[in-house]
């Protein structure tokens, strides 16, 4: 799914620059089976800092940053493919060199003969706790991946899963994310 590209779109080099969507803004893009980006919002432009047309058709792992792991890319496309909607926490690059993290939701698209077509993605702005909450998970993963290879971090995340007693990946994003909502009412008094 994911794979390097002889892309004339360049990232520069990295930065330790944060950039964040507002609160009520909402990315959205579409992409075909293959990864390749069909449609980007203006607030997609804005974040990634591509200009309304200079993504389409090229493939979304170009914004993929390096901090992500790729076990977790492969756990998406798996659920993906297998007919799925799931959510993630994606750390992506600018086209500058900045990043900017996003709660995604993705979407599986379907013709009228029940075949896969696209997925659509919708992302908000991830909480400061949510990033703080996946990134040393996402930075254990990496190493996992480094020392081990990919597929040992895919065991590895699975074995966390379990050990969590968390059925998917999709349902781990869904506690961090519902860990915010339930720390924030927990403390009002009614």
Do not use: C
Request: hydrophobic letters at 35%; a positive charge.
């Amino acid at each position: 799914m994911y794979s390097p590209t002889n892309s004339k779109i360049k990232i520069l080099v990295p930065s330790n620059q944060e950039v964040k969507l507002l609160k009520n803004e909402v990315a959205i893009f579409r992409t075909d089976i293959d990864g390749n980006i069909l449609y980007y919002n203006n607030t997609f432009s804005k974040i990634s800092g591509y200009n309304n047309s200079e993504l389409l058709y090229r493939p979304y792992s170009l914004i993929r940053h390096i901090d992500m792991p790729k076990s977790i890319y492969f756990i998406i496309w798996k659920t993906l493919l297998a007919g799925h909607t799931t959510s993630a926490i994606l750390k992506n690059f600018t086209k500058d060199g900045n990043f900017y993290w996003l709660f995604t939701k993705f979407i599986v698209q379907k013709n009228s003969k029940n075949n896969i077509v696209s997925f659509l993605i919708h992302g908000t702005q991830a909480s400061n706790r949510s990033i703080k909450r996946i990134e040393p998970f996402y930075n254990e993963l990496i190493k996992y991946e480094r020392e081990e290879g990919v597929n040992s971090a895919i065991v590895e995340l699975h074995s966390f899963l379990n050990r969590e007693n968390i059925a998917t990946y999709n349902d781990y994003i869904h506690n961090i994310i519902k860990e915010k909502r339930d720390g924030f009412f927990s403390n009002l008094i009614f």
